[in-house]
């Protein structure tokens, strides 16, 4: 609450010091009469607009913050009521981005294989191109992040902003010891058709692992859901960095 009332002192100050721009008044209040060129006057008229753009956008934001600070102003019990649910549904969601709520939605399923290997017959590198390895699981995970996933996991193994990955064997590891083996299952809530359309776009990394002959269904699904995660979300020398 207090970072609000403070949020809305600074704006009324910005309101102000942008009006006393636009309208030339110094501190004397003496008239100045300046002489432009044409650039300078096309700068010049690009910066009052500009300035009145954003006071328009912080006069909004100061309805915005007003309103959100009657709802929580006074000694109503329904206000204060409404204050702890706000909070509540704030954590789940944070929870939810942070994996440590299991979560539900639409989005897709990636199956993924090693292609068919003839260990008699093919060189080294022709059977190193067939096999799923965890740079192109890394990739994989980028594609989708970038196409808008929300939620991932391989198979039940829940991604979070620190996931690493590594070859362990036929499987692929995680930072936290454990791995998941062939088939690989991608689960992905998100839009189903965008991400869909992002990863099997030309020249996506799907496409070059399908060039391998790598074995890949994708699959919309109207619902998918995904697992908390199982990792310890301790954090040993992060903290919270307030703006002074």
């Known amino acids: ?7 809305f002192f600074i704006l009324s100050a910005s309101v102000v010091t942008g009006l006393l721009i636009i309208i ?10 300046v002489s432009l060129n044409a650039v300078e006057y096309k700068n010049a008229v ?6 009145y753009k954003e006071i328009e956008k912080i006069k909004n934001e ?7 600070i009657s709802k929580y102003e006074g000694n109503d019990p329904e ?17 939810a981005l942070g994996g440590i709520t299991s979560v539900k939605g639409p989005g ?18 022709e059977i190193w191109r067939k096999i799923f390895h965890d740079s192109d699981a ?45 088939p690989f299952y991608i689960y992905a809530i998100g839009n189903p058709e965008e991400m869909k359309a992002s990863l099997l776009a030309e020249n996506s990394f799907i496409q070059k ?8 269904e994708v699959s919309e699904k109207d619902e998918i859901v995904i697992s908390a995660t199982k990792q310890n979300t301790d954090v040993k020398y992060m903290e919270v960095y307030q703006k002074k």
């Open 209 to 216: 692992l399908l060039l391998r002959k790598l074995k890949i």
């Open 108 to 125: 897709l399923v990636i199956k993924i294989l090693d292609g068919d290997i003839n260990y008699n017959l093919e060189s080294y590198y």
């Open 62 to 68: 100061n309805i915005d913050y007003r309103y959100k």
């Open 24 to 33: 030339g008044i110094n501190a004397n209040n003496t008239k100045i009469n």
């Open 138 to 182: 890394a990739m994989v995970l980028n594609e989708l992040k970038n196409a808008g996933a929300e939620a991932i996991a391989i198979n039940d193994h829940r991604i979070l902003p620190n996931t690493g990955v590594i070859c362990y064997s036929a499987a692929i590891a995680f930072e936290d010891q454990s791995n998941v083996s062939s």
């Open 46 to 51: 690009e910066e009052r607009s500009k300035l």
């Open 1 to 7: 609450m207090k970072n609000i009332k403070s949020t």
């Open 79 to 95: 206000k204060s009521k409404k204050l702890v649910e706000d909070m509540k549904n704030q954590l789940i969601d944070y929870g």
